[in-house]
C-alpha cells in the first residue's frame, strides 16, 4: 500500500497528531485544575470547576495512552531512550496524574473543609506538575538528551531530573504551562457563567501574555542564543531499516532554524502560535469563549508544529553522541508492523474522535452554581 519511507513519515505525522489531539483535549482538563484555586473561591465556585471536566478527564487521557502506545510500537528506541532518559521526571508527572482521578471521585465524599481543601490543592498540582513538564522535556529535546548507543544499540543515559531543570528547559516548561492554562481558562470562559467565567477571563488574558512573551523568548533564545541544532551529514537511506547508528550527524544547525529556510511552509507554525494566542486574549477582552477557545486551540497546534518542524527529521537528539541521535528515517519498527498499526489506527482513531465529540455534543452547556446546590450528591 506504501512504501517504508511513506510509512515513516505518515507515522510521523501521526505520532504528531495524537500529541496535538492530547494537548487540546486533556489540556484543558489541566489548565483548568491548575486554575481551581484561582478561579473557585468557595466550595460551590470549586464544584462548578470541577464539574466541568470531571466528566470528560478520562476520555481526553486516551490520547495520551494512544500516543504513549503508538511510540513503543512505532519507534521502539524512542520509548526505551526516553522513559529511561526522562524516567524521573515521567514518574513525576504520572504520579502528579494519579491525583486527580482520585480527587475527581473523593474530595465530595465528606462535608469537611480542611477534607476538601486538600483535594482541591492535590488536583491543583495535578493540573500543574504536568503542564510543566512537559514543556521542560520538550525543551531539552531541543537542548539535547545526555544519551548514546553501544554497538550493540544498548543506550546509555548521563543525567537525572535535575539536569532537566535547566534555563531554557523551565522557559519551555513556562511556555507549556501558560499555554494549557489558557486553554483552560478559555475552557471555562464557554462552561461557566457568574463571577467564575469572569475570573476565568482575567487568567486567560493574562496567561495568553505570558504565553507570547515565553514563546516568542524561547525563539529568541534559540535564535541568538548558542543551541546548535543537529543536521545529517552523511548520506542515508530512508527507506532502510532500523540502524541510527549507520549516519554522521554534525552540529551545524543554529538555532534549530534550518527547516525554516529549507520549507518556507514551516513558518506558518510559530505564526499560528502567536496568532492564535493573539486571538485567546482578542477573545477574552472581548468576552467571546468561543473565539478565546478557538485561539488556545491554535496557539497549541502552532507551538507544537514549531517545535515538531524545526527538529525534523530528529525525535531525539543526543547532547553526548550526535550519531546515536535518534530520527525519522532510523528508530522505527519494520515495514509489516508500520503498515498494520496503520490499518488499525485508521479504523480506531476516528471511532475515537467520534466518540469524543458525541460525548461532548450530549454533555455541553454550562455548569452552574445552582445546579450544584440542586445536586449536592449528583455533581462532583
Request: proline share 4%.
Amino acid at each position: 500500500m506504501f512504501d517504508y519511507e511513506s510509512l515513516k513519515l505518515i507515522w510521523w505525522v501521526l505520532v504528531g497528531v495524537l500529541l496535538i489531539g492530547f494537548a487540546l483535549t486533556d489540556g484543558f482538563d489541566l489548565g483548568a485544575a491548575a486554575l481551581l484555586l484561582f478561579v473557585g473561591r468557595s466550595d460551590n465556585e470549586r464544584r462548578v470547576v470541577i464539574n466541568t471536566i470531571a466528566p470528560h478527564w478520562d476520555g481526553n487521557q486516551v490520547w495520551l495512552i494512544t500516543a504513549g502506545g503508538a511510540l513503543f510500537a512505532a519507534w521502539p528506541l524512542v520509548y526505551a531512550a526516553a522513559f529511561s532518559g526522562f524516567y524521573w521526571a515521567l514518574l513525576l508527572v504520572l504520579f502528579a496524574l494519579f491525583v486527580r482521578p482520585v480527587g475527581f471521585d473523593y474530595r465530595s465524599k465528606l462535608e469537611n473543609t480542611r477534607w476538601r481543601q486538600s483535594w482541591d490543592w492535590g488536583l491543583f498540582v495535578g493540573g500543574v506538575v504536568p503542564s510543566l513538564v512537559f514543556g521542560v522535556a520538550f525543551g531539552n529535546l531541543l537542548l539535547g538528551v545526555p544519551f548514546q548507543f553501544d554497538d550493540s544499540l544498548r543506550s546509555s543515559y548521563q543525567g537525572g531530573l535535575w539536569q532537566l531543570l535547566n534555563p531554557f528547559g523551565l522557559l519551555a516548561g513556562v511556555v507549556s504551562l501558560s499555554m494549557l492554562g489558557l486553554h483552560g481558562g478559555t475552557w471555562l470562559m464557554m462552561r461557566t457563567e457568574g463571577v467564575i467565567a469572569q475570573r476565568a477571563r482575567q487568567a486567560a488574558r493574562l496567561l495568553a501574555l505570558v504565553f507570547l512573551a515565553s514563546f516568542i523568548g524561547a525563539g529568541l533564545w534559540l535564535w541568538l542564543g548558542n543551541i546548535n541544532g543537529l543536521v545529517i551529514s552523511s548520506s542515508f537511506d530512508p527507506a532502510a531499516a532500523l540502524n541510527p547508528l549507520g549516519k554522521t550527524v554534525v552540529q551545524d544547525n543554529p538555532g534549530w532554524l534550518a527547516n525554516y529556510g529549507h520549507y518556507p511552509l514551516s513558518k506558518i507554525a510559530p505564526l499560528l502560535g502567536i496568532l492564535g494566542a493573539a486571538l485567546a486574549f482578542a477573545g477574552a477582552s472581548a468576552r467571546q469563549g468561543g473565539i478565546a477557545f478557538l485561539g488556545s486551540s491554535l496557539a497549541i497546534v502552532g507551538a507544537l508544529c514549531t517545535a515538531g518542524f524545526a527538529l525534523f527529521p530528529f525525535v531525539m537528539p543526543s547532547s553526548l553522541d550526535p550519531a546515536s541521535s535518534l530520527t525519522v528515517w532510523d528508530a522505527v519498527s519494520s515495514k509489516m508492523t508500520l503498515g498494520i498499526m496503520l490499518v488499525a489506527a485508521a479504523i480506531f482513531v476516528p471511532l475515537i474522535l467520534c466518540y469524543t465529540l458525541w460525548c461532548y455534543a450530549k454533555m455541553w452547556g454550562k455548569v452552574t452554581t445552582a445546579q450544584i446546590q440542586d445536586n449536592p450528591h449528583g455533581l462532583y
